[in-house]
């Protein structure tokens, strides 16, 4: 292409078209065409000049991107075609022209010294939006498969087609989510009857996906804080890729998609997209700036919520080793969620869990008993005394008599209680395994102050609801009323936990997701 030394001062440059374009009154009041000809030559080469300068300043102050590639539509104006071409310097160019513009296409192709390699033409057999349009199609081919140029280093430029040629141009920018270049003058000179040479300006009008963007920047959002995080992901990641400007979808995405791994209870899955967020926000530029502080602040608190939960996880082989405070705690939150969804026997399930988490814990914490494998070698002595055994190492059937009558004595007097008229049967056999009804009599038997019969009656009625979901044993849907009496029970067994609000600050709830929301929406 055509190098043009920029080396001519800008002003003194405005300076000299300003003087010629007055001389040039003259010339043609006088009508010296000859001279008129040559004069605007000069002028023509001063305007290039300029346009270029001006140009590269907008490209480097980031004002227009710095496209790779250009789609042109040929009319009968070859100014602002060779004024682009000559501003972007494009590695390859692809020219949708008719067989009257041929003529400008030569003239430009000439003028740009633009090699043959470096650019294609299609031919538009008749003046049409939809001929337009699949020349644009073909347009890309060339530029992405043959050219390997992305398509947000693709713009395309309308200036000298004609109208329908235009409007094949705005269908495609929509449906292709290409960028739109064009040449526009500052003034228009009415003695010439022209637009003025020297007013050019090159405009980058934004994809125009990116118009609306916001709207659907804010659309997310409000899914998001709906606790619709496949819906929010979706369509942020579908932003993502139709952007010219991907990288705050990108990081909201990845947010969402954290959000979604999280609400799954897929907790690792959910810090390795929790990552990714904080590596967009780091590259998201200095739009999120006024933000970007609380949001890292957020976003760490998150992973370090996270991480607490996960390293006990991964670093226990034992199954009741993996249970801590900090996950029980993630469950009831999880099911808080599904409760304001109305999701009552999901809500019901996981807060059911979390009690017999809080009681696998407490046992194993407190008594060296694992539910899952239960053990009666090593329960505390102090236990042990309070069943009257003083002997340092009795035997384990000694221990498990002593428990059996006790669990026996529990269970007949629950049993009676919530079933006046039917007959109770003593069991013969500790249980095998131990489920949350046997547990919570376990820890009544070990003397576990935070467990009364009281308590355990109540549980006990909690634990026939459930038994009688369809989500357990049974066919039934829990209704709300059950669901917050699951939920009520639930909340009250936690507390043994004391979990602090430094523990408890960085698990989501609506709270933090409308702050999100609210930091987004300052950026948008």
């Not at 490209?59 to 501003?87: C, H, M, Q």
Request: aromatic letters at 10%.
């Amino acid at each position: 292409m055509k190098n043009i030394n920029n080396n001519n001062n800008l002003d003194k440059i405005k300076e000299y078209i300003y003087e010629k374009l007055s001389k040039l009154r003259k010339l043609i009041e006088r009508g010296n065409q000859k001279e008129v000809g040559n004069l605007n030559d000069e002028i023509w080469e001063l305007s290039k000049k300029k346009f270029i300068q001006e140009s590269k300043i907008k490209i480097e102050r980031n004002e227009i991107k710095d496209y790779e590639g250009l789609i042109f539509t040929v009319g009968f104006s070859p100014e602002p075609i060779i004024l682009s071409i000559l501003a972007v310097q494009p590695q390859a160019v692809f020219f949708i022209y008719t067989r009257e513009s041929e003529k400008v296409l030569d003239q430009i192709i000439e003028e740009t010294e633009l090699r043959p390699i470096a650019y294609r033409r299609g031919l538009i057999p008749k003046d049409s939006a939809s001929e337009a349009y699949n020349l644009i199609k073909k347009s890309l081919e060339f530029l992405e498969s043959e050219k390997n140029i992305k398509r947000d280093k693709i713009a395309l430029d309308p200036t000298g087609g004609t109208k329908m040629m235009s409007v094949g141009c705005g269908i495609a920018t929509t449906i292709f989510n290409l960028d739109l270049l064009y040449i526009n003058n500052k003034r228009y000179n009415q003695y010439l009857r022209r637009p003025e040479p020297g007013s050019e300006i090159l405009i980058n009008v934004p994809n125009p996906f990116d118009i609306y963007q916001d709207d659907k920047l804010i659309e997310a959002l409000n899914y998001m804080v709906q606790l619709n995080f496949s819906a929010s992901r979706d369509l942020l990641f579908q932003m993502k890729e139709k952007s010219s400007n991907p990288r705050i979808p990108e990081l909201l995405g990845n947010i969402s998609s954290t959000l979604y791994f999280w609400d799954m209870i897929d907790y690792i899955s959910a810090i390795s997209t929790l990552d990714k967020a904080l590596s967009n926000l780091k590259r998201v530029g200095t739009k999120i700036e006024s933000c970007k502080d609380e949001l890292l602040e957020i976003l760490n608190g998150w992973k370090g919520y996270l991480q607490k939960i996960t390293d006990q996880m991964i670093s226990n082989e034992v199954e009741i080793q993996k249970i801590i405070p900090l996950l029980i705690y993630d469950i009831q939150k999880n099911a808080e969620r599904k409760f304001y969804q109305d999701e009552f026997d999901n809500a019901a399930l996981k807060y059911y869990r979390s009690i017999e988490m809080i009681n696998q814990y407490l046992l194993f914490k407190n008594y060296n008993f694992n539910t899952q494998n239960p053990s009666y070698s090593e329960i505390p002595q102090k236990v042990l005394k309070s069943f009257g055994i003083q002997h340092k190492s009795p035997s384990i059937d000694i221990i498990k008599n002593r428990i059996l009558d006790k669990y026996n004595q529990i269970w007949k007097e629950i049993y009676s209680k919530k079933y006046k008229d039917k007959e109770f049967h003593e069991k013969n056999l500790l249980p095998h395994k131990i489920g949350l009804l046997a547990g919570l009599i376990y820890r009544l038997i070990f003397g576990d102050k935070n467990m009364d019969k009281s308590l355990l009656l109540n549980l006990f009625s909690i634990i026939e609801t459930r038994n009688q979901s369809i989500f357990a044993h049974g066919v039934k849907s829990i209704s709300k009323k059950n669901c917050e009496k699951i939920k009520k029970y639930a909340k009250l067994m936690i507390k043994p936990l004391n979990l602090t609000d430094e523990d408890r600050k960085y698990a989501f709830d609506q709270k933090l997701l409308n702050r999100l929301k609210e930091l987004f929406l300052t950026i948008i």
